[in-house]
Each structure stands twice: as C-alpha cells, then as structure tokens.
C-alpha cells in the first residue's frame, strides 16, 4: 500500500516519486522530478511483479482507477471522496498544469486505465475508466476468502440511495 500513486490518472501521480533535482537559473531555481528516476516504477514494481503480488492500492489524488501491469499486479487508487482535482485521461479531456517534459494526460508509468466491469460512469455516451467527482464517494471491499475485489459509489446528493456496485474483478 502507497499513499503517493504509482500508477494513476489523478493530480498527484506527476511529479514521480524521486529525489527533485535542482536547476539553477538567472533569476529562479526550480526543481525537476525525472519520471525515469521514480523509485516506484523502477526499483518497487520490478520486485512486486517478480514477488508475484496481485493488488497494490495507492490514494492521494482523490480519484479511483484501475490498471494491470503485463505480471497480472493490479495498482488501484480508491480514494474518490470529493475534493478531486479531476482525472487527467484522454476521455476526460483534461490535462495536468505541469510544465513540458511530464505526463500531461494519462498514467505516467505508461499503463491504459481499465474500464470499470459493471457500472462505470459515463460521458458523452462513453463508459469512463475512472470516478472522479465532488459528489460521489467510492470504497472498495477485499473479500478475502473468495479473493474478489469490489468497488461501490455513492451519490453523496442522495444520501438515502444505495451504494452501486460499478467494478469487481478477482485477484489471481
């Protein structure tokens, strides 16, 4: 379990999670976070994979995605509980305000969003890979003896509806 994002469509998955190096200019130092120095993608993932992990769950961008990396490890961020800075894929529309040389749409480590497998959001008449709202709260469940991993949403403006089951998937 992360709090920083190693795979992710929100805010917070760009900078990567390395030491910054500083640039020195002028009249301004700033910093540069080097996406192929980021600790997870490069030495944590690698041992994950090869450990044979089947869920690692991240928070921080207060938005809920699903990815599977090409070892079968599932990265899920589930923590969309409003106050989301939005999603920042290409269905969205959205790009991340960072400056040029980082991931402006989509995941920075590379891996395509996985649509939600019973009731995803949709836009414009496309399912979307992603929630990211002020108005609904997500929270998934482990089922641990059955090995399912369940995701709910909850429109926090209609206090007394149910939690909607929109994506479920098995950990193998």
């Not at 700033?30 to 690698?46: K, N, T």
């Not at 041992?47 to 599977?68: E, T």
């Not at 836009?123 to 991993?149: K, M, R, W």
């Not at 209609?158 to 479920?168: C, H, M, N, T, Y």
């Amino acid at each position: 379990m992360f709090h920083h994002p190693s795979h992710g469509l929100g805010n917070h998955s760009v900078p990567p999670y390395t030491d910054p190096i500083q640039v020195v200019e002028a009249k301004s130092i700033r910093y540069e976070y080097p996406l192929a120095d980021d600790y997870i993608l490069r030495d944590v993932e690698p041992l994950v994979s090869a450990a044979g992990v089947h869920l690692v769950l991240n928070g921080h961008s207060h938005v809920w995605n699903r990815f599977r990396n090409a070892a079968g490890v599932h990265w899920l961020e589930t923590s969309n509980v409003g106050n989301s800075y939005g999603a920042y894929d290409v269905s969205s529309g959205m790009s991340r305000w960072y400056p040029p040389g980082y991931v402006l749409q989509g995941d920075p480590g590379g891996l395509q969003p996985i649509v939600p497998t019973v009731a995803p959001l949709v836009h414009g008449g496309v399912p979307l890979p992603f929630v990211a709202s002020n108005e609904i709260t997500v929270f998934t469940l482990l089922d641990s003896a059955a090995g399912v991993v369940r995701s709910y949403r909850h429109d926090t403006r209609q206090p007394s509806s149910p939690a909607v089951l929109f994506d479920e998937f098995a950990l193998s």
